[in-house]
């Protein structure tokens, strides 16, 4: 698909270069070097927890994994915007922003353990448990917004979502609905350019962020392996949603570089030139040559952040394999906040069941196997 | 205070947005128009349209605008136009509102009331006149309600918005002009319980099971058949989930014999679940196999015929001399 249509904003090249952007130029004039180098830090570390975890999958401890290889820049410089107060509605792939929100390693990997199907309080990380069903956290995102509206707020809701995701009406619902009510939404998408099998050029014939102005919503295309140029489109956005400007859109242009999950195989529909091409706009590869050149990251500072994702990567391993298995009768529980007498009798009767197995081996005690 | 049942809906949602500032409905049409029920007749006036929504016409972003509104602590009352119009909010509801408590482990909590007219015999054209209330019954997460008079209307409305769960809430569109006594002041801390059913007719022959819209038809049945000497216990289910099985279990040991009535498809409907459940923990009392007088399971008919496919006080008449074996009934229900 060609994205010609649209201006592809870009402050560092795939090269290391670092180029003017008259749009997001003056949203990252206030970075310091020390700033420059945590982004770069933080898509090593979250780097290295995709590779631990998709170890442990391989190694049988999870049950499934969904790489986020190659998006590093994009939810790294997106999240890295967002004040505390902001609130994220992610998809199941935003492992790299649950680690920026300061979730424990354990949280992160419940739902691919299969010990519970979301980790953190979503209230303490301001962050949504991540989504599944295609697209629809952008309406909670959208009445978020709304909400903040209707409480007077200056902060604003971001929706995570894919390529995939914009053909699911829920979104087009959103837009919508944020651009009717003018709710501080940012959709932020990322075109990884694959949904599991199907190539960008299925879900549109036109540039994902050209979608958006049909809503009245402004939209803009960044370089999604560029952290410095996400983190100040995300920013633009932001601003646009504290200052009353409403819903923006943002189109993140990155590549997946892995499998959709552990459970895919690529090799079925897309071809080596291809990632032989986006592996030369490696995200963590520019950022470090911008970095190296400019006299702002030395051997010292880059040891200290290896043993940084090395203690990270630990503390995912160790999580992982300290899960204890949940209780038999935890499926029960929070299914609804008050009584329910029909639930509460299945419960007893199912108590009743296994207590007929006290005693007998653990193998032996109950549940389908 | 003689209200109709839409006036008592009305004025329980007006008591629910003075009550609590994070109350607000969304819908279409709700708000200048009053709703084409005028159900919500006066409250974007009264309340402003930041509080009484008229929301663009997309039911799945109607309730999923209103999970992220319930994320941000808001107690979001939605209006589904029709009931034939939820099926696009269907994933919203069933993935999303259902689910979101459990799948937090109880850190975020959906109290969404969702309001939907339903039910036939109004002379409506196709999707005006559907009853999907088992959809949701089988859902587990939802609760699910319908009232059958004015003053349910009104308590169980407030009961549901002020409802931790998510509520759905079937309004029996063809009983909105009853009017009947309402004590709008009485406090909820006394009402019956949003998920308790009722007896609203005392009897010893057969136990009338029934809600919503047909709640009156069962009760007019049950008159009728008083004058040829037939007692029938009419219970009202109210909640449809969870289902109170106490006041039917113990009105089925007297009497041994069960009908139930409804206006959906008899296929997997809620009379399927109630002659299961009541087959299974009241076996040895029953005189006779429960009986179902229910809609036929087909497509909603076209308006002029829609009164072959509705249950009215004959049919249930009918199942009800099935259940007592009389030889007038209508035979062959067995093969």
């Known amino acids: 698909m060609a994205h010609s249509a649209m201006p592809l904003h870009q402050l560092v090249t795939a090269s290391g270069t670092r180029v003017a952007d008259e749009l997001l130029d003056e949203f990252v004039s206030d970075l310091d070097d020390q700033t420059l180098r945590n982004l770069y830090e933080d898509m090593l570390i979250v780097r290295r927890i995709d590779a631990e975890a998709t170890a442990l999958q391989r190694q049988g401890q999870l049950a499934l994994w969904p790489p986020l290889l190659g998006q590093e820049a994009s939810q790294i410089g997106s999240v890295r915007a967002l004040e505390h107060d902001d609130f994220i509605f992610p998809t199941y792939r935003e492992n790299g922003v649950a680690y920026c929100r300061g979730a424990s390693m354990g949280s992160v990997l419940g739902v691919w353990r299969g010990v519970s199907n979301s980790g953190w309080d979503p209230y303490e990380l301001n962050m949504a ?150 592996g030369a706009k490696d995200p963590l590869t520019r950022m470090r040559t911008f970095l190296t050149n400019a006299g702002k990251l030395d051997d010292e500072a880059e040891s200290a952040m290896a043993a940084k994702a090395d203690a990270v990567a630990a503390e995912l391993r160790a999580a992982c394999i300290n899960f204890p298995d949940p209780e038999p009768l935890s499926v029960f529980e929070h299914v609804y906040v008050d009584d329910h007498p029909i639930l509460a009798r299945q ?19 109950g549940g389908a196997s | 205070m003689k209200l109709s049942l839409t006036q008592a809906i009305n004025a329980g949602l007006r008591r629910a947005l003075e009550d609590d500032p994070k109350v607000v409905l969304l819908g279409e049409d709700i708000g200048t128009l009053g709703g084409v029920f005028r159900v919500t007749d006066g409250l974007m006036k009264d309340f402003g349209s930041h509080r009484v929504i008229d929301t663009p016409l997309a039911e799945s972003a109607i ?55 339903f039910g036939g015999g109004i002379g409506s054209p196709e999707h005006h006149s559907e009853s999907p209330e088992a959809y949701f019954v089988h859902t587990s997460g939802l609760r699910v ?42 406090p909820l801390s006394t009402a019956p319980l949003m998920g308790a059913a009722r007896v609203v007719a005392a009897g010893t022959d057969v136990t009338l099971v029934s809600y919503g819209p047909l709640v009156r038809t069962a009760l007019d049945a049950a008159s009728a058949a008083a004058a040829e000497g037939i007692s029938i216990e009419v ?65 909603y008919p076209p308006s002029k015929v829609e009164k072959h496919h509705l249950p009215d006080l004959d049919r249930i008449l009918d199942g009800v001399d099935r259940a007592l074996g009389r030889p007038n009934s209508h035979s062959g229900m067995e093969d």
């Open chain 1, 129 to 278: 448990t991540p989504q599944i069903i295609i697209g629809s956290q952008t309406l909670h995102a959208t009445g978020y917004a709304m909400g903040l509206v209707l409480d007077g707020k200056e902060s604003l809701s971001l929706a995570y979502f894919g390529d995939g995701a914009t053909s699911q009406g829920d979104v087009h619902e959103a837009m919508v609905f944020a651009a009717s009510f003018q709710a501080p939404v940012v959709f932020f998408c990322q075109n990884n350019h694959w949904a599991i099998s199907e190539p960008v050029g299925l879900q549109s014939h036109v540039p994902l962020a050209g979608r958006a102005p049909g809503y009245g919503i402004p939209s803009l295309q960044v370089d999604g392996n560029d952290v410095l140029a996400v983190l100040a489109a995300t920013r633009w956005a932001a601003h646009r949603a504290r200052t009353g400007g409403g819903p923006s859109f943002i189109e993140a242009v990155t590549y997946r570089m892995g499998a959709h999950t552990t459970a895919d195989d690529p090799t079925r529909y897309r071809g080596v030139t291809e990632l032989e091409e986006w």
């Open chain 2, 63 to 117: 309730i999923g605008t209103a999970v992220g509104l319930a994320y941000r602590g808001f107690r979001p009352v939605c209006e589904i136009q029709f009931d034939g119009f939820i099926y696009p909010g269907f994933d919203q509801i069933v993935s999303q509102v259902a689910k979101l408590h459990a799948r937090t482990r109880g850190a975020v909590r959906m109290p969404l009331t969702i309001r939907v007219p």
């Open chain 1, 347 to 365: 419960r007893d009767h199912y108590l009743a069941y296994l207590s007929l197995f006290e005693g007998s081996s653990p193998a032996a005690q």
């Open chain 2, 235 to 299: 219970i009202d289910l109210r909640s449809l989930s969870p289902i109170d099985y106490l006041p039917v279990m113990e009105s089925v040991r007297r009497t041994g014999r069960l009908v139930i009535s409804h206006e959906a498809g008899q296929t997997l409907g809620l009379g399927a679940e109630i002659a299961a459940t009541i087959t299974e923990r009241c076996f040895n009392y029953l005189e006779v196999a429960p009986v179902r007088v229910t809609g036929f399971d087909i497509p």
């Open chain 2, 145 to 186: 309600i319908s009232p059958s008079n004015p003053q349910d209307a009104y308590t169980m409305l407030r009961q549901a918005i002020a409802s931790d769960d998510p509520v759905l809430y079937f309004e029996p569109k063809r009983r909105y002009h009853a009017k009947d006594e309402v004590m709008l002041d009485a």
